[in-house]
C-alpha cells in the first residue's frame, strides 16, 4: 500500500521523503529548510495518520531509523538524515 | 484538524508553563515562536490522546507505554545535562538562554522500544530492610520515604504514575 504523502514542487534531487510530526518543532523546521532550498519532496505527517497507514509509516521510518525518531529524511531509498541536521540537509541538497 | 486552535488558548498555557518552570529552576526556550509552537503541540496532544505526550516523539496512544514521554519527560534533565536542551528543546539551559550556544536537534536517548519492553520485564524488586520503600520521581529525582509515592510530586509536580521504586 503506497502511503499518502504530500507532495512539494521544486528542483528534481532525487525521491525524497520527509518523514514528520505535526506537532514537532524540529519536524517544522527541517521542512522549512528544504521549502527554502527549493528542492521537490514529498512529506507525511505520521501523528496524523491511524491504523494500518500509521503503522506502515513506523516500519518505514525504522528501516532507515531503527529509533524511529523525527524528523527522518529518507533519499532515494538508500539512507537517512535523521534530525534536523541543518549543515547536513543543506550540504547534501544544495 | 488543529489549525484553528486559539491564540488564547497557547498564549495561556505558554505562561503558565514559564511561571511553573522559573519556580521549579528550569528555562523554556526563549525563542517564543518556536516555543509556542510545541506549547500547541502539547495541547493537541492531550486533547487527541488525553495526555500531554512529548511534541516531538511518536506517541501510542496508551498512556501507560507512553509515561516516560509525557512531557516534561524522564529524560529531559540527563539531555539539559549534557546538551543544553531537551530533546524538543522546549526547555534549555541557562548558557542557551543567554544567547552564548546554539540549541541544536539532538539524538534521542529514550530506549528503543524493544529495549523499553525488556527493561520493564527485568524490573527485579529489590530486597530492603529499610522501614519504608524509597521512591523516586523520574522527572526531577525527588526522592520520599513512605508506603506509596505521592499523588503529586512536591517538587515538580508530576503525577504519581511517574514514580518508581528506588530502594
Known sequence: MELNFEHVKGVNKGDIKLYALSTCGWCGKTKELLNDLGVEFNYIYVDLLEGDPRQQAIEEVKKFNKNCSFPTIVINNEKAIVGFKENEIREVFS | ?167
Request: overall charge neutral; glycine content about 4%.
Open chain 2, 1 to 167: 484538524m488543529y489549525e484553528n486552535m486559539p491564540e488564547e488558548k497557547i498564549n495561556k498555557k505558554y505562561e503558565i508553563l514559564k511561571k511553573d518552570a522559573q519556580a521549579g529552576g528550569y528555562i523554556i526556550n526563549p525563542d517564543v515562536d518556536f516555543t509556542k509552537k510545541l506549547v500547541k503541540g502539547l495541547l493537541v496532544n492531550e486533547d487527541r490522546y488525553g495526555y500531554q505526550a512529548c511534541p516531538c516523539r511518536i506517541s501510542t496512544g496508551i498512556k501507560q507505554e507512553d509515561l516516560d514521554i509525557i512531557c516534561p519527560c524522564d529524560y529531559r534533565d540527563s539531555d539539559l545535562n549534557d546538551y543544553g536542551a531537551c530533546y524538543c528543546a522546549l526547555y534549555v539551559s541557562q548558557e542557551i538562554a543567554e544567547g552564548k550556544k546554539k540549541v541544536e536537534s539532538i539524538p534521542d536517548r529514550r530506549p528503543v522500544e524493544e529495549e523499553r519492553k525488556m527493561q520493564k520485564e527485568n524490573k527485579i524488586e529489590s530486597i530492603s530492610s529499610l522501614k519504608y520503600p524509597i521512591w523516586r520521581c523520574k522527572v526531577c529525582g525527588y526522592l520520599c520515604a513512605r508506603d506509596n509515592p505521592p499523588e503529586i510530586c512536591p517538587i515538580c509536580k508530576a503525577k504519581k504514575d511517574r514514580f518508581e521504586r528506588f530502594l
